[in-house]
């Protein structure tokens, strides 16, 4: 069985800084892309920012500039530094991951069970 758990959520001012975690763990071969996604009531969960094995980003718009996306293999550990904190940035922060649980089997992918990021004005 595979697990992604998240921990690094909270509540912050605006214009403050947050760190997330996500750690993958359990049967597995190999992590190929690790990313972080967002939802608020009400809205389609979006694309925060995304990071391949190899360390290629991709972010949101909406968060260029302001956060970081950084992984550790050694660890199956995928990072989120949010600063300059908006109120709009509030919401649950998923993480999920694309990995092998075997050198032959086919990408899957997995999810966290989400953590909580609220930003005040």
């Known amino acids: 069985q595979v697990q992604l758990v998240e921990s690094g959520g909270g509540l912050v001012q605006a214009g403050g800084s947050l760190r997330l975690s996500c750690a993958a763990s359990?049967?597995?071969?190999?992590?190929?892309?690790m990313g972080w996604h967002r939802q608020v009531p009400g809205k389609q969960r979006e694309l925060v920012a995304t990071?391949?094995?190899?360390?290629?980003?991709n972010y949101a718009d909406s968060v260029k500039g302001r956060f970081t996306i950084s992984r550790d293999n050694a660890k199956n550990t995928v990072y989120l530094q949010m600063n300059s904190l908006e109120p709009e940035d509030t919401g649950v922060y998923y993480c999920?991951?694309?990995?092998?649980?075997?050198?032959?089997?086919?990408?899957?992918?997995?999810w966290g069970q989400g953590t909580q990021v609220t930003v005040s004005s």
């Open positions: 999920n991951a694309d990995l092998r649980r075997r050198s032959f089997s086919r990408l899957e992918e997995y």
């Open positions: 359990g049967s597995i071969f190999s992590v190929n892309v």
């Open positions: 990071i391949t094995g190899h360390g290629g980003t």
